[in-house]
């Protein structure tokens, strides 16, 4: 009988515990990804460029590039530097913007990425996506997986807990991007990977589900690990939509509609996915969802992060424009303001204010 497999697009390595970073020249070492050690780097002037002068006397073969933002333009200058080099792979080192640029420099010059993040905002950290501001806001970039993901969870204990808070907030929200999913399978007939919905929405729940805090290291270890996994499932379906349903969505009409007010993605990942789950009818998964959030810090109401009642309604009704073609609760329930009005104003109740 034949063996039927198929091949997953995943790192080679992940190295997540406190003080990955110390051995990072040995990881690439010892996994062949730079055996010659000319890698590279790109860092910010920020968090990377703090810990430059910590991991450079063992990387003596490294060239640093320091990356102005997290713009088209900044990649493709990147990519432009690093290609008059002969490197064996890229390392970014700093957070998503950073990240982003390495990406999308890799993967045009035709070399490996290794992502070593400083925070744990979002999950693009080992995503196939390259989020890139231009001059049309902000765009998609499709690129290929990192080869090796190194998180030292004492770098992450460093940083602002707000990027923590922001990672918790998305690794969350697979729950309702995996039900959005689910729903047009059933009304739609989009096909559905089930190694991927498996993996993001387990991701998620291990986050919800988790008794720890902020500064436990029990707690952001699963944290790191469920957006890395998010990453990867997103390989497997080819697309985003393990991890992205009506929550992104909301978080991109914010973006859009306020973008001089508006919040981190995560912050808004989360509350759109308690408010979602509320709309379609899983009152007590929202309710709970509201309460994690709440307990990490996290909005769970508009007005927490500055928007009035009226302007997250406009959001929720503008939602489906983001994404044109993506089927999810909203477009769905297709509510008019009154009807989204309304629906806020019982789960507001319902989630306590």
């Known amino acids: 009988m034949p063996v039927l497999t198929r091949l997953i697009p995943s790192p080679v390595v992940v190295d997540?515990?406190?003080?990955?970073?110390?051995?990072?020249?040995?990881?690439?070492?010892?996994?062949?990804?730079?055996?010659?050690?000319?890698?590279?780097?790109?860092?910010?002037?920020?968090?990377?460029?703090?810990?430059?002068?910590?991991?450079?006397?063992?990387?003596?073969?490294?060239?640093?590039?320091?990356?102005?933002?997290?713009?088209?333009?900044?990649?493709?200058?990147?990519?432009?530097?690093?290609?008059?080099?002969?490197?064996?792979a890229v390392?970014?080192?700093?957070?998503?913007?950073i990240i982003d640029c390495a990406k999308f420099a890799a993967a045009r010059v035709g070399l490996p990425l290794v992502a070593v993040p400083t925070n744990l905002a979002h999950d693009g950290?080992?995503?196939?996506?390259?989020?890139?501001?231009?001059?049309?806001?902000?765009?998609?970039?499709?690129?290929?997986?990192?080869?090796?993901?190194?998180?030292?969870?004492?770098?992450?204990?460093?940083?602002?807990?707000?990027?923590?808070?922001?990672?918790?907030?998305?690794?969350?929200?697979?729950?309702?991007?995996i039900a959005d999913w689910e729903l047009s399978n059933r009304v739609k007939g989009e096909k559905i990977d089930g190694l991927a919905a498996a993996m993001a929405r387990q991701a998620g729940e291990a986050v919800l589900r988790h008794p720890g805090g902020v500064g436990d290291n029990s707690f952001l270890q699963v944290l790191a690990e469920a957006l890395v996994l998010t990453g990867i499932a997103m390989s497997i379906s080819g697309d985003s939509r393990p991890a992205s349903g009506s929550c992104h969505e909301i978080n991109h009409a914010f973006d859009l509609l306020f973008p001089k007010r508006a919040a981190s993605h995560g912050e808004q990942c989360g509350l759109g996915a308690a408010f979602a789950m509320y709309l379609r009818g899983a009152h007590d998964d929202a309710v709970f969802m509201a309460e994690v959030l709440r307990r990490h810090g996290l909005p769970v109401l508009p007005e927490e992060i500055g928007f009035t009642v009226d302007e997250f309604v406009q959001v929720v009704e503008f939602a489906p424009q983001t994404r044109p073609g993506r089927y999810t609760i909203l477009e769905h329930l297709d509510l008019n303001t009154h009807q989204i009005k309304d629906i806020y104003s019982d789960y507001a109740k319902a989630i306590g204010s």
């Open 91 to 97: 390392v970014g080192l700093g957070g998503g913007k």
């Open 16 to 88: 997540i515990r406190p003080g990955a970073l110390d051995d990072l020249a040995s990881v690439l070492s010892d996994e062949r990804i730079s055996h010659s050690g000319k890698l590279a780097i790109a860092v910010s002037n920020g968090s990377g460029a703090r810990l430059r002068d910590r991991i450079a006397p063992a990387l003596p073969g490294a060239t640093w590039y320091e990356v102005g933002g997290g713009t088209l333009d900044d990649a493709i200058k990147l990519a432009g530097a690093i290609r008059a080099g002969h490197y064996d």
């Open 125 to 177: 950290l080992c995503s196939p996506v390259a989020t890139l501001d231009n001059d049309a806001g902000r765009g998609s970039y499709g690129v290929p997986n990192p080869i090796a993901v190194v998180i030292d969870l004492d770098v992450i204990r460093d940083a602002p807990v707000r990027f923590v808070r922001a990672g918790i907030g998305d690794a969350v929200s697979n729950i309702n991007a």
